[in-house]
């Protein structure tokens, strides 16, 4: 213990000596964020033309499939939800993955695969309905043709009837005014 008081000075003595902090140095240029990324990368697929838009949908559908990577996923599911009839079954496709992974994908990530999941699948629901919906007004068309076909089967019926009633009764009164050979006044009945 005879030592602990020499190296208590000299670490005072160290600390005295010790030269002046430098200024901190400027920090490293940060990445941009997954959010920014996705941001920007929506921003320039709102301003593409349909023509450039379909070669930026094949381009990273191929980078997801090459990659591999939560971000090209969900970047490629956002380039083919911006198409004019986008493939919902393959953004299910393509944001599954990011989704179900353990450990969980970035929080934006996660928020816009899930966005972009709900879009696919209330869109998929729409088109469903619709498809139904025509489905139904096709049918009610043909059955509302149906009937009017029947319904005019049976006024033709109804109209021929109602001449043979006409004929017999023209025919009744014609025989009814007739004078009889057998009747020797030859009367009219």
């Known amino acids: 213990m005879k030592w602990l008081p020499a190296v208590v000075a000299a670490l005072v003595a160290g ?3 010790a030269p002046p902090a430098s200024p901190p140095a400027a920090p490293p240029a940060a990445a941009p964020r997954t959010a920014d990324r996705l941001l920007a990368s929506l921003a320039r697929l709102i ?10 949908i094949a381009s990273t559908r191929d ?18 939800t911006m198409a004019a009839s986008p493939d919902d079954g393959q953004v299910l496709a393509l944001v599954g993955p990011v ?36 489905a139904k007004l096709r049918d009610d068309r043909r059955e509302a043709h149906a009937q009017r076909l ?40």
């Open 15 to 17: 600390c005295a000596m």
């Open 47 to 56: 301003a593409l033309d349909e023509a450039a838009l379909t070669a930026r």
């Open 63 to 80: 980078t997801a499939e090459r990659e591999a990577s939560h971000y090209a996923r969900v970047e490629a599911a956002m380039a083919l």
């Open 99 to 134: 989704l179900a992974a353990w450990p969980p994908a970035e929080p934006e990530l996660r928020a816009m695969a899930g966005f972009l999941q709900g879009l696919a699948t209330d869109r998929r629901k729409l088109r469903d309905g619709l498809a139904t919906a025509q």
């Open 150 to 189: 029947r319904a005019d089967a049976q006024q033709d019926r109804a109209d021929r009837l109602q001449a043979k009633l006409e004929a017999l009764t023209n025919l009744e009164k014609a025989l009814a005014t007739r004078k009889h050979v057998d009747d020797p006044d030859r009367r009219t009945r």
